[in-house]
């Protein structure tokens, strides 16, 4: 196990397995020498497993990880040793999704500062002002996948237009198709972000892309936060070229600029989108279970690719 795991999938895989624990080691090395015999490790999509790793353990048949992004985890250097990996799927859809949907609320009727406002005892002073509503703006989805999708079904109950950027249109999906991100972001109010970290999503929000969201637009990252140039979003958002910011990952995090602590118009979560102890207990789940099914020779509830 290379980084700790919540208590009941602790406490699940030890009835079936002994858990080496690579985080506790001192001596890296020598601990993975000592392990040239494992068979299965559970890990997570941001620690990963990278090829090195992989060669220190030869025997090595699956990799189960927690969480549905994996891109701390080489899957192309799996592949070609014959090695299985696994992530959590399906069941953080929904969570996320209502994140994305609670960020954008917060952010438009700009709840968090309303908070304070009130707590701070400025209401006595007057009203607080007018703020914006979703009802009738058109949302642009980076990413219509899994998670995409469940975005796009609570958007459209709060009255949104939905439109959607990816690799390709979706033949069977009602919404409008842009392939350019540009494009979408220019008839876009906001865009909502659920893309994976790889090569051809880093910095894909560039500074095109933010000019062309504009001074009344949002961007809400619940992706990976690669995913924006982070340095000029923030240029953008303290000139006002970029309306505002909701934001659940970052590109160094738990890091980040300090100038977006001081900005009234960005709203921020410490990557809480599968962060509930419904969605985490039935992604641990899966994690023992694809374990499970390995050393029992059975198919793998959740294989990546």
């Known amino acids: 196990m290379i980084a700790p795991m919540p208590p009941k999938v602790m406490a699940d895989l030890s009835e079936s397995f002994t858990i080496l624990k690579y985080w506790e080691a001192v001596d890296k090395k020598t601990f993975l020498s000592n392990c040239a015999h494992v ?6 999509g941001h620690v990963g497993c990278d090829d090195a790793m992989m060669d220190a353990l030869p025997d090595l048949k699956v990799i189960s990880s927690f969480g549905v992004g994996y891109d701390g985890i080489d899957v192309t250097a799996a592949r070609k040793r014959g090695i299985s990996v696994t992530n959590t ?3 953080l859809s929904d969570a996320v999704a209502e994140l994305a949907l609670g960020l954008m609320l917060s952010l438009c009727r700009r709840i968090v500062d309303a908070d304070a406002f009130t707590r701070q005892g400025k209401w006595l002073e007057g009203g607080y002002p007018l703020t914006g509503e979703l009802t009738g703006a058109t949302v642009g989805i980076l990413g219509l996948g899994r998670i995409g999708k469940e ?3 609570r958007a459209q109950a709060f009255k949104m237009q939905v439109v959607y950027h990816g690799r390709n249109p979706q033949a069977y999906e009602p919404f409008p198709y842009y392939a350019s991100l540009e494009e979408m972001a220019a008839a876009s109010d906001w865009i909502v972000a659920v893309v994976p970290d790889n090569a051809a999503t880093r910095k894909l929000v560039d500074r ?4 062309a969201l504009g001074p009344k637009g949002a961007i809400v990252n619940l992706g990976r936060g690669t995913l924006i140039d982070e340095p000029v979003m923030v240029e953008m958002l303290q000139s006002g070229a970029l ?3 909701a934001l ?3 590109e160094q995090e738990p890091k ?3 100038d ?3 900005l009234p118009n960005v709203v921020l979560s410490p990557h809480q989108g599968s962060a509930t102890e419904k969605t985490r207990i039935a992604m641990g789940d899966l994690v023992v279970q694809n374990l499970l099914r390995a050393k029992e020779g059975r198919p793998l509830v959740s294989p990546v690719g």
Do not use: E, H, Q, Y
């Not at 068979?39 to 997570?44: I, L, P, R, V």
């Not at 095109?208 to 000019?211: I, N, P, R």
């Open 248 to 250: 659940d990952v970052f």
């Open 39 to 44: 068979k299965f490790m559970a890990t997570n």
């Open 151 to 153: 975005i796009a079904r």
């Open 260 to 262: 977006l602590w001081k």
């Open 243 to 245: 309306g505002g910011a």
């Open 208 to 211: 095109k892309v933010l000019t």
């Open 89 to 91: 799927p399906d069941v």
């Open 256 to 258: 980040m600029s300090p």
